[in-house]
């Protein structure tokens, strides 16, 4: 199966093509029994095209899927749009039986492609095609044994949790959101070449994050909310998916480093300019504030671990008078609840002062009832199947696995997992970390320092939104942080960061 990587394109891009085309029309005429007459010449011709294309371009396609399409999980407006692509966000990324009422079909469109490509990954392999291998660099040999020791741990919380009576049907929801990470990161360890595909993702990324912006701004500007009793006022609480502030951060910073590195030359910087107004102005639009938290807290990563330079000193001197005027306007701000001005300070309120908002309050009962599952059993943890002990009664939610997939995924992980279970599956994290820190501090030039930070921040970023809501195993997050954990790995061997050992001789 020597195929060439021009021989695989040209084959894969006439199916795909028909395969999207098809797709397209039965989103625009929105009918369920035209849906499931296409579907299955949809699915085969995307099987063709995935057996002949580069493994890395449809990983790519997969994570524009989860980038751009509706999440039913995520409703747009709190439910009051649905863009044309809701039903095939559906298909893609929600389990089939909620859409079909079929009990068996508890799976996504997702994973029927996710085993398609590991059964052509796997085959590629053991024939020695060198449709990926070709210009292959090798990743990190630890980084893939920890990928497959995240594996191994999951299955551990999943058989103690079985073992001691745990709810069947629930472990399988508890365990699939932590195996998509180092199963989608083993895929991209063997997709992508080395830094030659760096704009590839890059591209994806801001391509995905324009999609939700636009539809953010418009939702705002179209959508007519209800008037909230309460305050009287007609205001939208949100417009896309929590998730997407997970992919607007990234974007945002990476545009926001190539820009200060001035990577590209006049041209790139030209389509920055153009582009970072649109995409501000639909993370302010979808009015989440995890997205300011991931963007601060990478920014702050940068400036600790950076070495010090001049950029460095004219933050510092640009900052430091500037400290004592912001303290006063957090102080006037602080009780101020409907003025736009002090909106930020709002936020900031709202993430600090659990009492000032009933959300970030609702959260903080639950992290205390969490606290105390963990207290119960912390080596091995309660296993998934079980459910987390509600020590301080909680008002009822309509979402049935409220007490097995809390909002703070982390405390979460740990009370199921318990030290040993949680330390197994979240290595990976940590292992990227040290890569993508020796990668960048290795770096020669801002082609490689903008891919290392980004590392280190798609680890920051999953861990402050599996922290802060339901984080942990979301497709946004797994598709960005597999990839750029997969490019700081390889960059660091790339650059002499990382030596691996031979590779075995394929016989």
């Known amino acids: 199966m020597a195929t060439t990587r021009a021989e695989g394109e040209s084959g894969a891009k006439g199916p795909f093509s028909v395969a999207l085309a098809l797709i397209v029309v039965a989103a625009l005429i929105d009918s369920e029994a035209l849906a499931w007459l296409l579907f299955p010449g949809i699915l085969l011709l995307l099987i063709y095209a995935a057996w002949r294309a580069p493994l890395r371009d449809s990983l790519t396609m997969l994570a524009l899927c989860a980038f751009t399409l509706d999440y039913p999980g995520e409703t747009m407006a709190n439910g009051l749009y649905k863009s044309p692509l809701y039903y095939v966000g559906y298909v893609m990324l929600a389990h089939l039986n909620n859409l079909t009422g079929i009990k068996a079909l508890s799976f996504s469109g997702t994973d029927i492609i996710l085993v398609i490509l590991i059964c052509v990954a796997r085959i590629r392999e053991s024939s020695g095609s060198t449709l990926d291998r070709a210009g292959r660099i090798q990743t990190p040999k630890p980084m893939v044994q920890l990928a497959k020791l995240s594996l191994g741990g999951a299955g551990f919380v999943w058989a103690v949790g079985v073992v001691t009576g745990g709810d069947f049907g629930k472990s399988l929801w508890q365990v699939e959101k932590v195996v998509y990470l180092p199963v989608l990161f083993l895929l991209w360890h063997l997709a992508l070449r080395g830094p030659q595909d760096n704009a590839q993702l890059a591209k994806a990324l801001v391509v995905g994050a324009m999609v939700k912006a636009v539809w953010a701004i418009y939702i705002v500007q179209t959508v007519i909310p209800p008037v909230d009793p309460s305050t009287g006022l007609a205001q939208l609480a949100y417009a896309t998916g929590h998730s997407d502030s997970l992919l607007f951060a990234c974007a945002l910073v990476m545009l926001l480093l190539l820009l200060l590195e001035g990577v590209g030359g006049r041209p790139l910087r030209r389509r920055i300019l153009i582009i970072l107004p649109i995409l501000i102005w639909g993370m302010v639009a979808n009015n989440r504030r995890l997205v300011w938290v991931h963007v601060g807290m990478i920014l702050l990563t940068l400036y600790v671990v950076s070495p010090d330079n001049a950029i460095k000193i004219r933050i510092r001197r640009s900052v430091y008078p500037l400290m004592a005027g912001f303290a006063v306007y957090l102080m006037v701000g602080w009780d101020n609840r409907y003025s736009r001005i002090f909106k930020p300070v709002r936020i900031i309120r709202s993430v600090v002062e659990p009492s000032s908002d ?99 921040g798609a680890v920051v970023m999953y861990q402050v939104q599996a922290f802060g809501d339901l984080g942990l195993g979301c497709w946004m997050g797994v598709h960005i942080m597999a990839p750029l954990l997969v490019m700081a790995g390889k960059l660091a061997v790339a650059n002499g960061a990382w030596v691996n050992g031979p590779e075995p001789v394929r016989t």
Not at 388 to 411: Q, T
Not at 433 to 453: K, L
Request: aromatic share 14%; net charge negative; glycine share 12%.
């Open 358 to 456: 009933g959300s970030t309050m609702w959260r903080e009962l639950e992290n205390y009832n969490l606290v105390h599952t963990i207290e119960q059993s912390p080596i091995f943890g309660q296993g998934y199947g079980h459910r987390w002990i509600e020590v301080i009664k909680m008002p009822v939610v309509a979402y049935d696995l409220e007490y097995y997939l809390p909002h703070n995924s982390l405390l979460g992980l740990l009370s199921c997992a318990g030290i040993i279970g949680y330390t197994l599956i979240t290595l990976l994290w940590g292992g990227g970390v040290y890569f993508a820190m020796r990668a960048f501090h290795a770096a020669s030039t801002a082609n490689e320092r903008v891919p290392a930070i980004l590392g280190v």
